[in-house]
């Protein structure tokens, strides 16, 4: 009989202890959960879509200038096809970008103003290239001038970047990434 008493007081406290428990589990379950991504302040340049898991609209994430600057830089010279001469392109990496708004790995596809888009092949996509150039020769450039958003490559810099895949990659006047989980 003390012993049915002894195991029906354990499991009470037991339950206790566990119900307890769970009030300490929920804020902090709560606090573990994935910041939304800070709201745009200035004109939205890129939206993000798909398989993300930081937002700040709905189901996408949205920057503006001010928040693609504030993402690590780089910036390199190069030639393209499409320019007279060396130009000086800078801005933050696509991987920089995806990884601030926490993307599943998966295809990319760029797309831009003028509804081009294509899918990036993952092997010429790594933590340095290609860049979402938001300066050209160290100014935001246009809409008009290719911009404000040119996802390039160091096209001089590697021979690895000079082929037509890499060129036809190389989306200007982007304005979306939609990111589809495999």
């Given at each position: ?28 379950s709560a606090?573990?959960q ?46 393209t ?42 092997d ?24 404000p ?13 000079r ?11 982007l ?8």
């Amino acid at each position: 009989m003390c012993r049915l008493a002894v195991e029906r007081a354990y499991r009470m406290i037991s339950r206790r202890t566990f119900v307890a428990s769970l009030a300490c589990w929920v804020p902090i379950s709560a606090l573990a959960q994935t910041p939304a991504l800070a709201m745009p302040q200035g004109t939205v340049l890129l939206e993000a879509d798909g398989a993300i898991h930081r937002r700040n609209a709905g189901t996408t994430a949205q920057f503006d200038l001010a928040m693609l600057d504030a993402l690590p830089q780089t910036s390199f010279s190069t030639t393209t096809i499409w320019t007279e001469g060396m130009v000086s392109f800078s801005g933050p990496t696509l991987m920089s970008v995806l990884d601030s708004i926490e993307a599943e790995p998966g295809q990319i596809t760029a797309i831009a103003a003028n509804e081009y888009s294509i899918a990036l092949s993952p092997d010429t996509v790594d933590a340095s290239y290609p860049i979402l150039a938001t300066r050209k020769n160290g100014l935001p450039f246009s809409l008009r001038e290719s911009g404000p958003i040119w996802l390039i490559y160091p096209f001089d810099s590697y021979e690895k970047y000079r082929n037509d895949l890499i060129y036809s990659q190389s989306v200007w006047q982007l304005i979306q990434l939609r990111v589809n989980a495999p």
